[in-house]
């Protein structure tokens, strides 16, 4: 029972690795070393370079000495390591070379794998130890997976040896004793086995522990072998078989490694391949990943009771890989973190699941279908999403300054759209002055300018214009025609003269020059530093000093400017300070008295003594402050000897004079001093006024400015006497150009005289102004005499119309500007045909769809009508056939054949044959009329790129005209082809509108026509809907007649088991009888013969009795027989009407199959 317990344990743990809907699952083990021989090498065989001679024990204590020679592999002496495969037959094993105590064997798998046993048949003597590794990259790193060893304390000291209770530890396995050395021995190694007893769970441990792409086995220490008298035994190692279980590597996402085909001998022995057939929804070899659309939820291993399936990524069906993202996955609260690549459709977004730029939601259609987003009519350059529509509206989101239901113009008063303009186009900034308005043309931006502008803004002036600073007009140059080079002038309004001549009209002197230049100018005698940029008055020759500067030749600075000439610069504070004492002590001096008082009445003298301290203190401030002339400060030094004797004489007068003394004279002397003294404040303040420096408290600073203006006074005194000899020079050089002027002007004058003779005759101007202005007259007109009408047509003549000849410029450029404004307004209209024909184009789009929804609903429906009805067809014959089958065989019951019969003769079809007929022929009418679908929307397809073409063309058309109209130079050649092309381009606007709008009449008559095909197909249906009740209940009444007639069969049968036991009966009954006869006739008794008669008389009545029911039961059953017979032909009449039907059904249905399949066609 435990046992039958177990196998039902392991079958299950089996069917659950193999069934990979529960959780995880993993492919059968095999052996992989098998047809991989090749990739399996050993560090040392024997008999490679040469036979060598091994010695093993034979029976009791005897030994055998045996050659190794494996140069020749296939030989019988060979022991290659190839030899340890299972398939290498009896009595082949590998074998090392003699006394190696540290071999390897590796085996190179190149893939991913899993693995579940290692087995190792040793051929004695045993290795003591030896060491179990894995690589899972390809054997740049190895790490052990099992120590093995006899004694593991002395061959690996500090492994455990204990069961790994973790999976990061391994340990050592200690190898059990062993009797005979040279007796074969097995190890084998399970990665699972040894960590049984680790608390996870067992699809962990596969992940962790039995991953490899490589195996190496290497065997550490030689075994022991006992000691023989004589020659000693041979020690080394020997591999009889080795098995390498396991399978592909598939992270338990699946039941079985795919085969593969190698181009090598070795791939038909391959028993486990490197590539899993991936469950879960995973790929890769190794299902490693997930698939390219289902990465959804991060990839993991499965589990016991987790699929861990790939999740498939949301992409509405646009997109056929996606990749996981970490950051959207926590964003999503661990949820979700695929995002979609490579957006098919027209679609974007991280699920696909918006409209790419340029195109907006398709509102007759669902996202998830390919028609999910139709092309957007907006404009790239004039939307603030690059053209993308409004999701919920479909209408265009404009830029700022951009308008337009297709934001494809710019705002009245702004041009040049631009889709790096984040505000779509820039504002007109036409000038205010020379501009007839603020809105400019919105495509170049040029502004409408006013007479006399130009430029783009029109804020500058035409040629022969200039515009004053302040001024909103634009005023003539008026450059004198003789002395300017030409009537053209700057903005600031100067000429640009010739050679001699100057001002801003070229009718002064040039520069730092005056006088009249028909004469001769003369140089301005100014010092340049100091001048403006004048330099001197035209006329006078006067310097213009500038600001702080002074003097005839503005070559000092001028009061309240203290810096050295040329700079000139304020001075400071202090200086306005000493120069208001300054002016006090002038005040001071201007109030001394003309006169000194004269004596009091009394006869006195008066008190002289002040006034002359007075006179004294003033005259040394004078002499302090001036340098005076040598003749002035004699006089000044006079007048203070004087005044110091008049003072000692008044000190005199007041100790020794009596007060009424008066010394005679006195008053002249002060009168002479106080005229002396006005002459002296003269010349003073003549002095002060030059004074440039300022003074300090003692005056030093006035005598020092004093003496430096007196330095410099003397200097250009010399300078002025220097250049006496240059100004008798230019006197010299005055007299000899009057002298030239007195030669050559008569021949000037005579010469002028004779050019205005000229100018009265010629040059004719008639036949330039013919083709300036497009005259028409015909006498000639020179500068001088032009008389008899204008030379230019006056304004206001009409232009010259089209075709006819123009001549003259000007004509020439107003016909431009007409063909240029025609050409304009030719522009606008053609700009709002193309936007009239996009926005039929969009219709027409709209309406093709709805033709191809209807058309794949109708598609659809008339499928479903199909199978539906073939259902039926198929239900129907079924019961025709089981009607005939029921009435042709002969067990059926009769009474219930009349039954069935009956049912059928009363049963009313739901109509009559006619109308289902006639219904049919309409569906049949109406499939043979409807319109070809696929032919009108293949027809529309290139109608439609032909619209959007032209619609193109018309754009580039509008380009080239505004280019040609920016062109000047060739812009007569240019409008005729501009206007041809325009001409062609609206016909063919014309004619792809027309298109278009036949293209929609198809539509909609295709559109129409659908309409009561469905409208029939759905009477079909529901026509024939009442007539599977009834058909399904006749099907269960010859159901029911089935299995009554299975029943009165097997009644039947019974009858005749019961009827062949009553014959037997009947004749032993007979032979009874028989006997009964005999001894009747024999016995003679007639006592006995009474009773037995009367038995005898009444069987033979009951029989009789009993043949006459059957013989009525037989004469009723011939009736029936022949009403059943009638019935059934009537049956079968309607059978075959039936058949008929069904003949039509099926011709129907298949029209029906193809128009559906040619509508389904062209839904692509």
Known sequence: M?????????????????????????????????????????????????????????????????????????????????????????????????????????????????????????????????????????????????????????????????????????????????????????????????????????????????????????????????????????????????????????????????????????????????????????????????????????????????????????????????????????????????????????????????????????????????????????????TVNEGRCDDSSGSCQCKVNVEGPRCDRCKRGYYGLSASNPLGCSKCSCSPDGSLSGVCDPVTGQCPCRSHFHGLTCEVCAKGYWKPFQSGRCEPCNCDPTRSLSDTCDQTGQCQCRPGFGGQKCTECPDNTYGDPLIGCRPCLCDAEGTLPEVCDKQTGACLCRQGVTGARCDSCSRGHCDSFPACETCPSCYFTLDAQRQNLSLALERLSPSFPSRPGNGGLGNFGPRILTLEANLNLIRNSISLPPSTARQIDDALSQLDKLRDQVDKVNDDLSPLKRTPGLDSELDKLQGLLDSLRVQYNAKKDAMTNSINPNNAGAFSAIKNAYDESTDAAKKVKASGKTVKESADVREETKDLQNRVQPANTKDLDKLNQNMASKPNLTPVAKQVCGSVRSEPCTPLQCEGGDLCPPEGTPPCEKGEKCVGALPLSKRANADAQDVKNRLDKLTGKITDAAEKLQKTQETTNQVRQSSEKLSNKMKKTRDELEDDLKETRDVVKELKDFLSDPSSNLAHIQEVSDWILKAKLPLNLATLKRKLEDLKNLAANLPDSKAVLNEAEPQLDAARKLLQKAQDTRDTALGVKADVDGLLAGFGAVEGSLSDLEDRLQDSMDLMDTLNDNLTKAKDQLSPAEKTLDDVSTLMKPMKPQLDELKDLLQSGGQQAQEAQDNADKAEDEAADANEDLLSLQKQLDRLKDKAATSGSGGEAGPVGDRLAKLRQDAGALANTTEDMMKSLEGKADSLRSLQGEILQKSSKLEGLDAKLKDLLAKLRKKAHDLTVCQG
């Open 2 to 382: 435990r046992i039958l317990l177990l196998l039902a344990a392991v079958a299950a743990v089996s069917q659950a690795q193999t069934d990979c809907s529960r959780g995880a699952c993993y492919p059968p083990s095999n052996d992989l070393l098998l047809g991989r021989a090749h990739q399996l090498r050993a560090s040392s065989t024997c008999g490679l370079t040469g036979s060598e001679v091994y010695c093993t024990p034979y029976q009791q204590r005897r030994m055998k000495c045996c050659p190794c020679d494996s140069r020749n592999p296939n030989g019988q002496l060979a022991h290659t390591v190839q030899d340890v495969l299972s398939t290498a037959g009896p009595d082949r094993w590998w074998q090392s070379k003699k006394e190696v105590n540290a071999v390897t064997l590796q085996l190179d798998l190149n893939n991913l794998f899993q693995l579940d046993r290692l087995t190792l048949n040793f051929k004695g003597p045993r290795p003591s130890a030896l060491i179990i590794e894995r690589t899972l990259d390809n054997g740049r790193t190895w790490e052990p997976a099992l120590y093995i060893a006899a004694d593991c304390q002395k061959a690996f000291p500090g492994v455990p040896t204990s069961t790994p209770l973790t999976m990061d530890q391994t340990y050592c396995y200690t190898l059990p004793p062993t009797g005979n050395p040279y007796q074969d021995q097995m190890i084998q190694f399970s990665p699972l086995r040894q960590y049984a007893y680790v608390p996870v769970p067992n699809s962990q441990k596969i992940e962790d522990v039995t991953g490899l792409t490589g195996l190496r086995v290497r065997l550490a220490e030689l075994g022991d072998v006992p000691r023989l008298p004589g020659r000693a035994l041979s020690r080394f190692y020997a591999l009889k078989e080795m098995r390498v279980i396991g399978s592909c590597m598939c992270h338990g996402h699946a039941n079985r490694c795919l085969p593969e085909a190698y181009n090598n001998a070795q791939s038909n022995s391959i028993q486990v391949n490197p590539q899993c057939d991936c469950q879960h929804n995973t790929a890769g070899v190794n299902c490693e990943r997930c698939a390219d659309l289902y990465n959804d939820l991060p990839w993991r291993p499965a589990e016991e009771s987790n699929t861990h399936t790939c999740k498939r990524c949301e992409c509405n069906n646009h997109a056929q890989r996606c990749h996981f993202d970490e950051e959207v996955y926590k964003a999503s609260g661990s949820r979700s973190g695929g995002v979609c690549e490579g957006c098919m459709h027209h679609t974007t977004g991280p699920k696909c699941d918006q409209c790419a730029p340029g195109y907006q939601p398709n509102p007759r259609s669902r996202m998830d279908r390919p028609d999910a987003c139709i092309r957007c009519s907006c404009s790239a350059e004039g």
